[in-house]
């Protein structure tokens, strides 16, 4: 099946920073991204879809002046995280769409202390 | 509207013993279904997927899943459940033609007693 890589997989970051979380198709290319959140056994929250070239469409009470993403080439989308806080803190999925199927990165654990 | 349900939160099972994961959806015409599983920490990986033809569907890791389009269900079984299986899993709809709209179940996390 097709690979989607995250980066990184775990990052600590003062309250109030900005981080950056890549996600890349390595063997295809990915007209459309998608970001997730998932909190501790729980299933996963569509932040954003993310379209080549375009702006991301943010789903309902996402905050999109603090969760900036950009895909900027057909293999590469970033999310990053503005003027974090705690509340911030979780896990960061993202997928990419291969045809009419998603595969998905190995996620990002952010903190936030 | 477009649903996915997976009615079983939690399921134990004794390591050598059969598995079946319940799913059902909500969705006009036949979707695309798939089934992810998610080890602790990491990412999810494709188990296997259905857009058409044969309902019984052949995955990775001895996994198998039925399309039943009179129930709309798509039920993920193991003949023989192995320690390693113990995970979550996530059962999901995609809607043909549409490009970008998957649905997600809640997931069901799978329990492995020795």
């Known amino acids: 099946g097709a690979v989607v890589s995250q980066h990184p997989s775990r990052v600590i970051c003062k309250s109030g920073t900005s981080v950056k979380i890549e996600c890349r198709s390595l063997d295809f290319q990915a007209t459309t991204m998608f970001w997730y959140r998932q909190f501790p056994k729980q299933s996963l929250m569509l932040m954003a879809t993310s379209n080549e070239g375009s702006k991301a469409t943010y789903e309902q009470g996402v905050e999109k002046d603090k969760f900036l993403i950009n895909h900027a080439s057909l293999t590469l989308s970033t999310l990053t995280v503005t003027s974090a806080h705690p509340e911030d803190s979780s896990f960061y999925i993202c997928?990419?769409?291969?045809?009419?199927?998603?595969?998905f990165g190995e996620g990002s654990w952010l903190t936030v202390v | 509207a477009q649903s996915v349900t997976q009615p079983d939160i939690h399921i134990t099972v004794s390591e050598g013993a059969s598995l079946e994961l319940r799913c059902n959806y909500s969705?006009?015409?036949?979707?695309?279904l798939f089934w992810y599983v998610q080890s602790p920490g990491q990412g999810l990986q494709l188990l296997l997927k259905y857009f058409s033809g044969d309902t019984l569907v052949q995955g990775i890791k001895g996994f198998e899943a039925e399309f039943k389009r009179s129930q709309s269900s798509f039920n993920l079984r193991k003949p023989s459940v192995h320690w390693s299986d113990a995970a979550e899993y996530f059962c999901a709809v995609g809607a043909p033609n549409t490009g970008n709209q998957f649905y997600f179940g809640t997931g069901t996390s799978l329990t492995v007693i020795p």
């Open positions: 969705y006009g015409a036949t979707p695309y």
């Open positions: 997928s990419a769409r291969d045809k009419d199927t998603i595969y």
